[in-house]
């Protein structure tokens, strides 16, 4: 085994030395980043497909399909098809040379049949063999983009390791490292068949908290922080380490207001009100401060792009708002008991705040092209999907009744949100064939 094991390193070291040295990875570094970009928007649309499929057998029962296995299907692809794939294009594109390129595009091709392999796997059998095995394999291989990504940091290989925003970023890695933690507890958990402990469910929000909190807002926070070092709008260098800080600080603690629905002891909850308010002081500093140089930021950020960062903005107030809200013992017995508002919040964080500003990161890199049919209904359909969910809650909460064709609204709003992104996804396949390959910025 261990032979195999050295022959195998060895191989890859080779292979990696020989596409190291091919100069048309490096001619073709554009074309590849724009067709990575249009890989990862065709994972959403995956997703929203779906997504959709999931609203339909909530009104037309679909008979030999299981519902909770196109849901873990569904957010399975939607976070790591979509949303990782597309952070993990920004970033190598924004922070490391283009010369390292054949290392992550080895590690990008990896992630791709992992996606794969689950996509097969998780509608079939849920969470099983096959599909443990290929989620298992991402896992893996984020840890090597991890070590190549922290090693190229310490090389110096064309990134500015000192630099603040590089700082989000190994916090982020970090915050992806331990994120993993939580599915080796539900594996362990399944194993003992304690499904029912209130620990299965901790260790899968433990997951969620460290991956979107984590892993997903300081990767986002590095590519923002970078845009304000090139633009000359960074923050002194004391501030910025105290936001940085406060922020690290409170992702930490505010894990602790995953937990509490299940009536932990007083000190969780102090915790989780100090995590809170420190993570709303730090992040409405970043917030406050953004929107001070907004006049700055509309001449760089134009159209589009500019557009969805605004409302990625917004998105992220509110969801630090919300959070600072979650502290309160009625507030919190109000979202556990109500899956509609759950998953609202999580399509805010996801949607709202993620989504939006990797797309207004691509548009304004020209990674993409802005198409204003499928944004449009992108937006539209979103909020929709939002009200929805809102609405329903409030109605069950405080007035006793439901809203009417509930199921039937929701499986519009998806339709329309998927539709969007095929619009979206069909005007890269266009332009693809009518313009040159973008410019892609990178950090020489």
Not at 243 to 250: H, T
């Amino acid at each position: 085994m261990l032979v195999v094991t050295n022959k195998l390193t060895v191989n890859l070291r080779n292979a990696v030395r020989r596409l190291s040295s091919d100069k048309t990875f490096i001619l073709n570094w554009p074309g590849a980043i724009r067709r990575q970009w249009l890989t990862a928007l065709g994972w959403f649309g995956i997703a929203g497909s779906i997504g959709v499929l999931l609203r339909t057998m909530m009104v037309w029962p679909v008979p030999g399909l299981v519902y909770p296995y196109l849901l873990h299907t569904h957010s399975h692809v939607v976070l790591l098809g979509w949303a990782f794939n597309a952070l993990f294009t920004a970033l190598v594109t924004t922070f490391f040379s283009v010369n390292r390129f054949p290392v992550y595009k080895l590690l990008w091709l990896g992630f791709q049949v992992s996606m794969v392999g689950m996509l097969v796997f998780f509608p079939m059998q849920g969470y099983a063999a096959g599909s443990i095995a290929f989620s298992t394999l991402h896992v893996f291989l984020s840890y090597g983009m991890v070590w190549v990504m922290v090693n190229g940091f310490k090389r110096h290989d064309g990134s500015s390791g000192g630099a603040l925003a590089a700082r989000f970023l190994r916090w982020g890695l970090f915050f992806l490292a331990i994120s993993t933690l939580g599915p080796y507890g539900l594996g362990y958990l399944k194993a003992k068949h304690l499904e029912a402990s209130v620990w299965y469910n901790l260790s899968i929000y433990y997951y969620l908290h460290f991956l979107y909190n984590g892993w997903f807002i300081f990767g986002c926070l590095a590519l923002v922080v970078r845009w304000l070092e090139q633009w000359k709008l960074i923050p002194s260098p004391k501030t910025g380490q105290r936001v940085l800080a406060a922020l690290v600080i409170s992702c930490f603690g505010s894990f602790s207001l995953s937990a509490l629905w299940a009536q932990p002891p007083g000190w969780v909850w102090l915790v989780g009100a100090v995590s809170a308010l420190l993570q709303l002081a730090a992040g409405g500093w970043l917030a406050g401060w953004l929107w001070q140089h907004r006049q700055v930021l509309s001449q760089r950020l134009r159209g589009w792009a500019w557009r969805l960062a605004v409302l990625a903005w917004a998105g992220f107030v509110l969801k630090i708002s919300l959070q600072a809200a979650s502290v309160f013992p009625y507030v919190v017995q109000w979202t556990y008991q109500q899956r509609h508002v759950v998953i609202a919040y999580l399509h805010l964080v996801f949607i709202g705040v993620i989504s939006l500003f990797l797309l207004s990161k691509a548009l304004h890199e020209r990674w993409l092209n802005a198409s204003s049919a499928g944004l449009w209904a992108f937006l539209v359909f979103f909020t929709l999907s939002e009200l929805i969910l809102v609405t329903e809650f409030v109605l069950s909460r405080f007035a006793g009744s439901y809203l009417p064709y509930f199921a039937e609204w929701a499986l519009a709003a998806s339709v329309g949100l998927w539709l969007s992104v095929c619009i979206l996804f069909g005007k890269q396949l266009v332009t693809s064939r009518l313009n040159a390959p973008a410019a892609v910025s990178y950090e020489p």
